[in-house]
Nanobody, 124 residues
Framework: QVQLLESGGGLVRAGDSLTLSCTASGRASTSRSLAWFRQSPGNEREFVAGILWSGESSIYAESVKGRFTISRDTVKNTAYLQMDNLKPEDTAVYYC?????????????????WGQGTQVTVSS
């Protein structure tokens, strides 16, 4: 079982930047691909960005391309989501997720483990 612990959420203004962290622990956690999802009230949880266990490949949702950057520190077994030029529509609870494979599509049903979530609020 992989455990995921997020941190870094908060309240910011439109145009600001924020970095989220997700530390993975537990058996086989170093071989898991990690991803960020988000969910706002009344909406389904949606994929934001994903990264291969080695950090060599990454993928993004169209809505965040060019603004968000996912990275991974394999020594710390931690994934980061650098969010720049934040918009009010980025407001959501952000969840870290893991699964054994990478791939280009990340349906919620394919996720093996979820973090508890961290709130990001962007004011206009």
């Amino acid at each position: 079982q992989v455990q995921l612990l997020e941190s870094g959420g908060g309240l910011v203004r439109a145009g600001d930047s924020l970095t989220l962290s997700c530390t993975a622990s537990g058996r086989a956690s170093t071989s898991r691909s990690l991803a960020w999802f988000r969910q706002s009230p009344g909406n389904e949880r949606e994929f934001v960005a994903g990264i291969l266990w080695s950090g060599e490949s990454s993928i993004y949702a169209e809505s965040v391309k060019g603004r968000f950057t996912i990275s991974r520190d394999t020594v710390k077994n931690t994934a980061y989501l650098q969010m720049d030029n934040l918009k009010p529509e980025d407001t959501a609870v952000y969840y870290c997720a893991s699964r054994p494979w990478f791939g280009g599509i990340w349906p919620s049903t394919s996720v093996e483990s979820w973090g508890q979530g961290t709130q990001v609020t962007v004011s206009s």
